[in-house]
């Protein structure tokens, strides 16, 4: 049966790259209803993700594409489904409740399979949305905190792990074990007040815009590649609790767009920078 799929390369340019992709493609019955490129002249990269048609086969057009690709090459082929998410929370509920009521109305294209709390505070309202939540403490151990994490993860195999307010720091073990599968929403126009309480920081020093940042997590904190930022401007007439409020709404707003592309297959990590094609 023909669904929509997506091809996502990866390569060193060279001239002809194009001609070669469709090629291929026309070969196999493939229909293309999406292609966007780009090259990144700094390390002469070429990236590209198609949504095609046609009857996959993903070993054999893999095998194909890297016959005529320079070596080395990364393709990957993606059958068109819903991603599995878990979420992780701490106790502020802006985040979660929005990304809830979107998965409830079919809005996000991916399942939350389940949420996991350092806090108990969200699971009540988390079980009334129809999503399992797990309490898992973090006054033990990080060592062990972090094995009942991927305990519990393991009964799901997500796909990608989205860090709705979860203010634990979390392992470079950890982070390893999802490479680029883990999305965080930090309060502030990073690289600008990175860390804690930024709104705080922010107030006192008296911004004229405040933003927020969803990120790819690294080991290094609020360094990873940024996915999506926003900002809103604030003038002198906001005190501390009206920048709270307006912040929660951009950070709403930052973090669904950028799962939006994590889970369409849009987000291309090159180093420490994100390449987000469409």
Request: with cysteine; glycine share 6%.
């Amino acid at each position: 049966m023909d669904k929509n799929h997506v091809v996502r390369i990866q390569c060193m340019d060279q001239k002809g790259l194009i001609a070669r992709i469709s090629g291929i493609l026309f070969q196999h019955n493939h229909n293309v209803l999406v292609m966007k490129e780009f090259v990144e002249q700094s390390t002469n990269t070429f990236f590209a993700r198609l949504e095609l048609t046609g009857t996959l086969n993903a070993d054999l057009l893999s095998s194909r594409f890297r016959n005529v690709l320079p070596e080395g090459a990364e393709v990957t082929i993606i059958p068109r489904r819903k991603k599995k998410l878990v979420l992780f929370v701490t106790r502020e509920h802006h985040c979660l409740s929005d990304l809830l009521v979107r998965h409830h109305f079919d809005e996000l294209h991916a399942s939350i399979l389940a949420v996991i709390g350092n806090h108990g505070d969200l699971g009540p309202f988390t079980e009334r949305m129809g999503i399992p939540f797990f309490h898992i403490p973090h006054e033990e151990d990080r060592t062990v905190f972090e094995k009942q994490m991927i305990e519990t993860l393991d009964r799901f195999d997500p796909d990608y792990l989205v860090l709705a307010k979860f203010m634990r720091i979390l392992s470079p073990h950890f982070v390893s074990r999802y490479q680029n599968r883990i999305l965080n929403i930090h309060h502030s126009f990073l690289p600008a007040f990175k860390g804690a309480n930024p709104y705080k920081r922010a107030f006192e020093r008296g911004v004229k815009i405040i933003g927020a940042t969803a990120h790819l997590v690294s080991d290094d904190l609020d360094e990873g590649p940024i996915v999506v930022q926003k900002t809103i401007e604030i003038d002198h007439e906001h005190e501390l609790r009206d920048m709270i409020e307006a912040g929660h709404e951009i950070e709403k707003a930052v973090l669904a767009e950028a799962l939006k592309k994590i889970v369409e297959d849009k987000v291309f990590v090159s180093g420490n920078k994100t390449i987000v094609l469409g």
